[in-house]
């Protein structure tokens, strides 16, 4: 009998990542998302709106499976209680959640909402799997693009990266769903620590470009601490197999 399995946050990075690899595995993929999208190529797409709990138990009706990929700069943790709280009405059977390293130390509003999203899934009653992820290859080059611009490179002392490859936890996401449930797995994490300037230096010899000056900058209060302490890593965690000069080197192609 083939799955139904119900996707937020479909169209996104991670989402179209997932979406065919999905497919390939004999999945009914149904796609939420905030605006209307054409159904076809074996996707059903479905609308609402997580933060506000529209459409939402509609969208969870008949679907076996949530993975819950939506996310945000804020409101997570309101988005994830609607959504796991419908998955429990409709009697969901496994809710896949994609969460972030280091959600549990470090002291920022964002991974505040990210944790507990986490334990908004864990008390819904619903059997449930939460993987936290390390930053991804596309969001990491988002923002290391445009330090790469600037005269001088900003070098935040302490600060050390492990990016991840979206296709990698993709891949695991998939392995994840048709698994049973189990908790909160071990982390995913990119093959290789990098300090800020690395990944700066990195983006520049892609693009053909010389190294600037670098301007030391220390980050503040508890966040900084934590960072310095590597609390935004995970240096034993599974690895992806991409990595971020393979991910510069296909921006290139």
Request: proline share 6%; hydrophobic share 40%; glycine share 12%.
């Amino acid at each position: 009998m083939t799955s139904t399995i119900l996707v937020t946050g479909g169209t996104g990075t991670l989402g179209r990542r997932v979406t065919p690899l999905l497919l390939d595995a004999g999945f009914k993929v149904r796609l939420l998302s905030r605006s209307s999208h054409q159904s076809g190529d074996g996707i059903e797409y479905v609308t609402g709106d997580l933060l506000k709990g529209e459409g939402v138990d509609a969208a969870v009706d008949g679907a076996e499976i949530v993975l819950h990929l939506a996310g945000g700069p804020k409101g997570d943790d309101v988005a994830t209680r609607n959504l796991a709280e419908a998955a429990a009405r409709a009697g969901v059977r496994h809710l896949v959640y994609i969460s972030v390293i280091g959600a549990d130390r470090v002291p920022l509003a964002w991974l505040k909402s990210k944790l507990d999203a986490e334990k908004a899934i864990a008390e819904s009653g619903v059997p449930w799997t939460t993987l936290r992820a390390a930053q991804f290859n596309e969001l990491t080059f988002t923002m290391v693009e445009k330090m790469a611009k600037l005269p001088v490179t900003p070098a935040p002392g302490g600060l050390r990266l492990q990016p991840v490859d979206s296709r990698d936890v993709a891949a695991r996401l998939v392995e994840l769903v048709q698994g049973e449930p189990a908790g909160l797995v071990p982390d995913l994490a990119g093959p290789k620590v990098y300090g800020m300037v690395e990944l700066v230096q990195g983006v520049l010899a892609a693009q053909g470009k010389r190294n600037r000056p670098k301007l030391p900058v220390r980050i503040p209060g508890k966040a900084g601490k934590a960072y310095r302490a590597g609390d935004n890593l995970t240096l034993d965690a599974p690895k992806g197999a991409h990595t971020w000069e393979s991910f510069l080197a296909d921006r290139q192609n």
